[in-house]
C-alpha cells in the first residue's frame, strides 16, 4: 500500500501529535493510516504502508484495542485480522473522552477522596485545596455523565450554542460562587 501525500502528511503528524497525547509515534501513526483507510488493513498492510517492524504493528494495534479504537474484522477464506476505525466521528471523540476519563481522572478521584478520608493532617491550607479540587473534578464528572447521555445530535446542538449559553448562565445569576472563587 503507497500513501497519497495528503495520506502521509496526516500519518506524520498524528505520530508526531502522538507523543504529545501519551501514545508513541507508531501507535499514532498506526491509528491516522486506519482512520484515513476506506478498507479495513490487516497487519502486514500497516506495516508495509508505515515501514515499521511488523512487532511495533501488533504492539501499537493491542494499544489501539485496549482503547477500544479499533474494531477487528474477519472476511471469509481470510484467516488474517483486519482492523478499521469507527467511521462516526462522534464515536471515536465519546470514546476517547471515555478512556481518558478512566484512565487519568477517575484515579486521581479516588485520590483525592481517599487524602480526605484519612483524617485531618493539620495541613488546614493542603486540605482546603484538596476538597476543592474533588469538588471540581466531582462536578466536571457529573456534567461529563450528562453530556455522555445525550444522543450526538442534541449534543452538537448544545456545542454549537457556545456564546448564547453563556449568556443564558448570566441572565439566571451566575454559576456557583464558591466554585469559581478562590478562597
Not at 508495509?48 to 485496549?66: I, Y
Not at 483486519?82 to 477517575?106: C, M
Request: aromatic residues 8%; glycine residues 8%.
Amino acid at each position: 500500500m503507497k500513501l497519497t501525500p495528503l495520506q502521509q502528511e496526516f500519518v506524520l503528524h498524528f505520530g508526531e501529535m502522538g507523543s504529545r497525547w501519551g501514545i508513541n509515534r507508531t501507535v499514532g501513526q498506526i491509528y491516522a493510516l486506519l482512520f484515513l483507510s476506506s478498507e479495513p488493513l490487516n497487519a502486514d498492510s500497516i506495516t508495509g504502508a508505515l515501514g515499521v517492524s511488523r512487532s511495533n504493528t501488533s504492539m501499537g494495534l493491542k494499544e489501539l484495542q485496549s482503547w477500544n479504537l479499533v474494531r477487528l474484522k474477519h472476511f471469509q477464506g481470510d484467516r488474517r485480522d483486519y482492523f478499521t476505525t469507527p467511521e462516526d466521528l462522534w464515536e471515536i471523540v465519546r470514546i476517547l473522552v471515555a478512556e481518558r476519563k478512566k484512565r487519568e481522572i477517575d484515579p486521581t478521584l479516588t485520590k483525592l477522596r481517599e487524602l480526605e478520608m484519612s483524617g485531618p493532617a493539620g495541613d488546614d491550607y493542603a486540605e482546603a485545596r484538596i476538597a476543592e479540587l474533588r469538588e471540581l473534578i466531582e462536578m466536571m464528572t457529573g456534567f461529563y455523565a450528562e453530556m455522555e447521555k445525550l444522543e450526538t445530535e442534541r449534543l452538537v446542538k448544545l456545542m454549537t450554542m457556545g456564546q448564547r449559553i453563556a449568556g443564558l448562565i448570566d441572565k439566571a445569576g451566575g454559576v456557583l460562587p464558591a466554585l469559581t472563587k478562590r478562597k
